[in-house]
């Protein structure tokens, strides 16, 4: 069964409109399938900041790591831990 779909107007500038019609085109997409593609990406990558990355910050700051890279080694941790179950 498809997903159900809503149709949606936006006004663009000439600019953003022209590079979208040929991005889509150079990709062999249309407008609404590029566009539809990348605020489904934009979506998925607010709500992991938004809310799986302070998950993340706060298990990382339990085990004491203050820097990137030991916020990293809990993110690579917990994905192997899923990945084994």
Do not use: C
Not at 2 to 9: E, G, I
Not at 42 to 63: G, H, Q, R
Request: no cysteine; charged share 30%; net charge negative.
């Amino acid at each position: 069964m498809a997903a159900s779909k809503s149709r949606a107007n936006i006004y663009l500038p000439e600019e953003v409109h022209q590079w979208y019609k040929d991005r889509a085109s150079n990709q062999g997409n249309t407008m609404s399938g590029l566009a539809s593609f990348v605020l489904q990406k934009y979506m998925l990558e607010t709500k992991y900041m938004e809310e799986d990355l302070p998950k993340f910050i706060e298990i990382a700051e339990k085990m004491g790591y203050e820097d990137p890279d030991g916020l990293i080694q809990v993110m690579k941790t917990m994905m192997e831990k899923t990945a084994g179950d």
